[in-house]
């Protein structure tokens, strides 16, 4: 069976707590998170925003998908956290 969910992300930053600061889209098998966008152009923020949540969540893969193209294939991209 697969598992997937949305998960806010809590964090305390310099002995502040932040609360709930990231939204994940997607995690799964509580292993991979999939960020899902829908922009015209992926940008680097959406990059480094995937790479935050694996950092902070310190799990090692996840998949970033833009829905809006015309080749979905060409638009799922994976990221690894420290290997």
């Not at 809590?10 to 600061?21: K, P, T």
Request: net charge positive.
């Amino acid at each position: 069976m697969l598992n997937l969910r949305f998960l806010l992300i809590l964090f305390i930053y310099d002995g502040i707590d932040m609360g709930a600061g990231f939204k994940m889209d997607l995690l799964v098998e509580d292993k991979v998170i999939i960020e899902l966008k829908s922009v015209e152009n992926l940008a680097l923020v959406h990059h480094k925003q995937l790479l935050t949540y694996l950092k902070l969540t310190n799990l090692k893969l996840g998949i970033l998908v833009n829905f809006n193209t015309s080749n979905i294939n060409n638009s799922i991209i994976r990221k690894v956290n420290g290997l």
